[in-house]
């Protein structure tokens, strides 16, 4: 199963948006007059201005609404780990009934089929227990039998900063490959309504700076690999 990542809703004109915070600093001019009169050349050159110079307070104006389903309750773990400028809601396991749950299968072991077979089992027989306990039990207490690897749904708002961040850290080869996935679909999704703001985004070493130090996979993204993977 892969996540499946839907860009539900985000700021209109966020080029222009950010232009306009970004002059009215050093403008006489009202933000309402800078966002409708800039002219589109102006806005291109102040947001590369704003990008360059990481005058990232501005990108705050900007947000990204993300509904993402087909992920792990290990991913979504590491995805709320991301606290400044980042809202959440996920599915409850509270007041939703887990039964014939899906789960996520990671790659290493839907490619060894002895393995393959003792996980899918192992998920079928908690299923089974789960089915047992949460008609005794309520389901929030039932729900400690499930595993991480169980499917799940959750919504995501991202301000355009913690986007940034969000992506850098996590398309990074260190990062486990589920999330890694899940960054570089929310890039892809993003990109195709803000091009100019995220034209060169991605991990760290993207710009010859890794800083996983004696830690660095050794491979460093180039420009090519990023439109390879995103378009
Ligand atoms: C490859 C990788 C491996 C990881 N391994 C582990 C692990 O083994 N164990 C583990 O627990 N986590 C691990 N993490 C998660 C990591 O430690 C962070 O929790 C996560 O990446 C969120 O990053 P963040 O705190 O920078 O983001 P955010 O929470 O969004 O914060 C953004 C920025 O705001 C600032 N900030 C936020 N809160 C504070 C604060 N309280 N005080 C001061 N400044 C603040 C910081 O500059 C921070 O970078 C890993 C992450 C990656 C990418």
Redesign the pocket.
């Known amino acids: 199963m892969e996540p499946t990542v839907k860009l539900i809703n985000y700021t209109k004109e966020p080029e222009r948006v950010i232009a306009a915070a970004a002059r009215l600093c050093y403008s006489e001019r009202s933000g309402e007059d800078l966002f409708e009169n800039l002219s589109d050349e102006e806005v291109k050159k102040l947001v590369k201005n704003i990008l360059n110079l990481g005058h990232y307070s501005v990108l705050e104006h900007v947000s990204f609404t993300f509904s993402i389903s087909g992920i792990s309750r290990v991913t979504t773990h590491?995805l709320v780990?991301?606290?400044?400028?980042?809202s959440y809601s996920q599915r409850s396991q509270r007041y939703i009934k887990e039964d014939n749950f899906d789960y996520i299968i990671p790659p290493s072991i839907q490619e060894r089929p002895e393995l393959l077979e003792k996980y899918n089992e192992t998920m079928e027989n908690l299923n089974n227990l789960y089915e047992e306990f949460a008609q005794v039990v309520p389901k929030e207490d039932a729900r400690y039998l499930l595993p991480q690897a169980i499917e799940s749904k959750i919504m995501v708002t991202y301000s355009l900063r913690?986007l940034l961040?969000?992506i850098k850290?996590?398309t990074?080869r260190?990062?486990?490959w589920e999330?890694q996935t899940l960054a570089w679909k929310m890039l892809k999704e993003a990109k195709q309504v803000a091009p100019l703001l995220l034209e060169n985004v991605g991990p760290a070493c993207l710009n010859g700076n890794c800083p996983?130090g004696k830690l660095s996979c050794g491979r460093p993204y180039t420009k090519e690999d990023i439109d390879s993977l995103i378009i």
């Open positions: 590491q780990r991301h606290r400044v400028g980042c913690a961040h969000f850290l996590r990074c260190r990062a486990q999330i996983e």
